[in-house]
């Protein structure tokens, strides 16, 4: 299938209009016209070649792991989808299928590790994956999702990363009525992990360097607001949360936050912090607490989160944009010029 998106050829560039092949359908694949597709900050990081260290960019790079779009073509043993269905696609897009993690419907842990939408690895041809800064993609069927019809396409594509990295965690620790939940950060994957949190029943507190963000906090739907900055204030919020959803994706000491658990709670990393300095481990042992991470979420939960959110009525904070402006939208956001989340409409993408 012949199609063009935006693509990094190097980690210098600006992303350019570029023209490539999808794969010929499998009989397991479903070909999909790309509607919208979120920008996420490893789009970014991906296209610089800032995570050469663990894994290496492969140029050209078509980013893009929040696709909304719709069916146009399916495979000879697809029964699930059909053409003109709105569907979703996110970070993965296929596994290895057998080992215990995939057989779990953990496909995002897979031990053979799973291909990632853009910058991984075909298992068949071994060719790099490309992503949805394109017109069009081709994903074997277990991996697409469907959109249910109450949310609104043009918003939902950063639930695809945004809103499963964070909606995860929450299931994961049993959030419900009468938890108490911590979130640090409300940007992109912290507004989420909020609206979530009070929609599942939990009592929520955004955790915050600055007061300027309280009226922004109970806006998203928190319940309290804490200011990290106050040594009283902290100090009286001590084991007062079951989980503390940390979402600031830079370095950063987590030893103020260990003392805020309660006996076996959690703090849950979901940004990638890098390598961290020590930090003394008698809070984690005096109260059982933990330091946990959480990447994605799997296929089967994929869906449930979009599920939930259609019944919720939750939806990201999201700026549309056209394809034209990426690069900008790039520079915006490494200044935290955006709220929460840019979208593409790929109606502005046209053939060169």
Not at 17 to 39: K, M, N, Q, T, W
Not at 165 to 181: D, E, I, Q
Not at 214 to 222: K, Q
Not at 339 to 348: L, Q
């Amino acid at each position: 299938m012949k199609t063009y998106g935006y693509a990094a050829h190097n980690a210098n560039s600006p992303l350019t209009h570029f023209s490539f092949e999808r794969r010929e359908l499998r009989p397991d694949d479903v070909a999909i016209e790309i509607l919208y597709c979120g920008v996420c900050h490893s789009d970014l990081h991906q296209a610089r070649g800032d995570w050469s260290a663990f894994q290496k960019t492969h140029y050209p790079c078509v980013p893009g792991h929040e696709i909304i779009g719709k069916v146009v073509e399916t495979g000879r043993d697809v029964s699930r989808f059909s053409v003109g269905q709105h569907v979703a696609v996110g970070t993965i897009i296929d596994s290895c299928s057998h080992c215990d993690q995939c057989r779990l419907g953990e496909e995002q842990m897979c031990r053979e590790y799973p291909t990632v939408t853009y910058n991984g690895q075909d298992r068949i041809t071994h060719d790099i994956t490309l992503g949805g800064y394109a017109k069009h993609i081709v994903v074997k069927d277990h991996f697409v999702l469907a959109l249910p019809e109450k949310l609104d396409p043009a918003l939902a594509g950063p639930l695809l990363c945004a809103g499963i990295t964070v909606y995860s965690p929450l299931r994961t620790w049993n959030v419900g009525p009468g938890s108490r939940v911590g979130v640090i950060g409300i940007g992109g994957l912290g507004h989420l992990a909020v609206r979530f949190a009070a929609a599942m029943g939990a009592n929520v507190t955004v955790i915050t360097r600055t007061s300027g963000k309280a009226d922004e906090a109970y806006a998203l739907g928190a319940d309290n607001v804490l200011l990290s900055t106050s040594d009283e204030a902290m100090a009286n919020a001590a084991s007062a949360f079951d989980v503390i959803i940390d979402t600031i994706p830079v370095a950063h000491d987590l030893s103020p936050y260990l003392g805020l658990l309660d006996v076996a709670g959690a703090l849950v990393i979901v940004g990638n912090l890098g390598d961290m300095e020590g930090f003394s481990t008698l809070p984690l042992i005096m109260g059982r607490r933990r330091i946990t991470g959480s990447p994605s979420g799997g296929i089967a939960q994929t869906q449930e989160m979009l599920d939930f959110c259609a019944r919720k009525g939750i939806v990201p904070d999201c700026e549309t944009i056209a394809i034209q402006d990426i690069n900008h939208a790039f520079e915006r956001m490494e200044r935290g010029d955006v709220r929460y989340r840019f979208v593409i409409d790929m109606a502005s993408l046209t053939a060169a």
